[in-house]
């Protein structure tokens, strides 16, 4: 089993920025092979934000944060980040971090909120 644990969300002005954190514990000795960030704002479906590879580190975002929104991680922490910049009203959302490991597994953390005023 992995936990994992988000941080750093918050009420932000537009334009502003925030780190969010991902903290893994647990079963940390299984390299995991991507870890993500998803969203989901009141009402709506869970949205994939960005992704990076664990290993090489190869990122990927979805087109409405690009630019704005960066994704890395640190192997010695066993920690995964989102550095959000100029935030818009409607990056407002309950952000989760997710590790996908060999034979289809996925963690979930419980997810920070992230609200964004105009």
């Known amino acids: 089993q992995v936990q994992l644990v988000e941080s750093g969300g918050g009420l932000v002005q537009a334009g502003g920025s925030l780190r969010l954190s991902c903290a893994a514990s647990?079963?940390?000795?299984?390299?995991?092979?991507?870890m993500s960030w998803v969203r989901q704002a009141p009402g709506t479906e869970r949205e994939f934000v960005a992704a990076v590879t664990w290993i090489a580190g190869v990122t990927q975002y979805a087109d409405s944060v690009r630019g704005r929104f960066t994704i890395s991680r640190d192997y010695a922490k066993n920690a995964a980040y989102l550095q959000v910049n100029n935030l818009k009203v409607e990056d407002t959302a309950v952000y989760y971090c997710?590790?996908?490991?060999?034979?289809?597994?996925?963690?979930w953390g419980q997810g920070t909120q992230v609200t964004v005023s105009s």
């Open positions: 997710t590790a996908s490991y060999p034979g289809r597994v996925s963690y």
């Open positions: 647990g079963r940390t000795s299984t390299t995991p092979q991507t």
